[in-house]
């Protein structure tokens, strides 16, 4: 039988509280309660039990651009992770053109997670436990699911497709997500070009088309190492790319764009910077910056949710967005409409990958929640031209 929740620090209490997307129709919360603990969620005029231990309360059929106040139960406001009330998307106006949905990070082959290659490590470092399967499978099979349920027309995985760059592993990687056929369109990370530097650089950098929208995906690996760089023929490749449609062009690339404005930095930083090297970002910026219709630059690597724009590159996204092996378990969606996108950012929500992501989400000394989450509005919002 089913048991209410009670304030906090009862039986019941409601953990880790956090509302893990917003769309323009939808709004997740997630939350951790004991076993059995029923506790009703209500956003605006419509109320939602669920019961423990992992709840994934859903609201679907919401008009976009609408705040609407939430309450979990009893359960004060947490800002940023559970705001009192939450605005859903706005619909960029015309015609949805294409759905598109990325993973990246997914680490097949890997065991311990949380290492940092310190001595000591930070820790915790986890493991699957005895009897579960390998975490990087669970993971993904569960994104894969919940990706196929979607039904999209495109599925970019955006590297680190392994843990140790070994052809078992790759095999893995796309015996999981090989059921999305010719839609799936994938590129190397630096974890993949640990052993054999054409392990899984799939020919790019290349072009797919889908209802009008080109997406442009690059390879950003400099093998051996785990940074990154664009080299000037890919940076030409994509110049003729932007050059050659008039529709919008989404860019995507395993590591993440250097920050223009570090100048202060810039010499002490980057020989060793783990994104794309400052010359090699800021020629991106440019580029971006002289085609209207490239709408945005889309990685991973980093395992946080985090967007930066720029007022001198027309404030064009550079998106980073968190794994899926680990906490918060995240793959993206987004909609290109004629008149802009919206990305929406998902967390894996099957039990055993809520699951493990409870356990992941205190990493690195209890700090990785705050890092991988990132804000609201930038796991979901809005782009319009």
Not at 188 to 194: K, L, S, T, W
Not at 234 to 248: C, E, F, N, Y
Not at 285 to 300: C, I, K, P
């Amino acid at each position: 039988m089913a048991r209410r929740a009670p304030g906090p620090g009862g039986e019941g209490e409601i953990r880790d509280a956090e509302v893990t997307t917003v769309g323009v129709d939808e709004l997740v919360v997630t939350f951790v309660t004991e076993p059995g603990v029923e506790v009703a969620t209500r956003l605006g005029e419509v109320e939602v039990s669920t019961a423990g231990p992992h709840h994934v309360v859903r609201f679907g059929g919401l008009a976009p651009g609408v705040e609407l106040p939430l309450r979990v139960g009893d359960h004060e406001p947490e800002v940023p992770y559970l705001p009192a009330s939450v605005t859903t998307l706005e619909r960029p106006r015309g015609r949805l053109l294409a759905t598109l949905a990325t993973v990246n990070d997914v680490h097949f082959g890997e065991t311990e997670c949380g290492k940092l290659g310190t001595e000591p490590e930070v820790g915790p470092v986890l493991t699957a436990e005895p009897g579960e399967a390998p975490y990087p499978r669970t993971m993904s099979l569960a994104a894969a699911a919940e990706i196929d349920a979607l039904d999209p027309q495109a599925v970019v995985a955006k590297g680190d497709l392994t843990s140790a760059g070994t052809e078992e592993e790759y095999a893995e990687f796309l015996a999981v997500y090989g059921r999305f056929g010719a839609r799936l369109h994938h590129v190397r990370g630096n974890h993949d070009a640990m052993l054999d530097p054409e392990l899984a650089l799939n020919g790019a950098p290349f072009v797919t088309t889908v209802g009008g929208v080109t997406l442009a995906v690059v390879d950003t690996v400099t093998p051996g190492t785990d940074r990154g760089c664009l080299p000037r023929p890919q940076l030409l490749w994509l110049d003729d790319v932007a050059a050659a449609t008039s529709g919008p062009v989404l860019v995507f690339g395993h590591h993440h764009l250097w920050n223009l404005h570090a100048d202060p930095d810039r010499e002490t930083r980057k020989e060793r910077y783990f994104g794309i090297s400052p010359d090699d970002s800021e020629e991106l910026a440019r580029l971006v910056r002289r085609h209207e219709n490239v709408v945005g630059y889309f990685a991973g690597h980093t395992h946080r949710n985090r967007v930066r724009r720029y007022d001198e590159v027309r404030n064009v996204p550079f998106v980073e967005v968190a794994c899926v092996k680990d906490y918060p378990g995240a793959w993206a969606e987004y909609r290109v409409y004629e008149s802009g996108f919206t990305q929406v950012v998902h967390r894996i929500a099957v039990p055993e990958a809520l699951d493990w992501t409870e356990r992941t989400r205190h990493m690195f000394a209890g700090l990785y929640r705050d890092y991988a989450l990132g804000s609201l509005e930038e796991r979901c919002f809005t782009v319009t031209w």
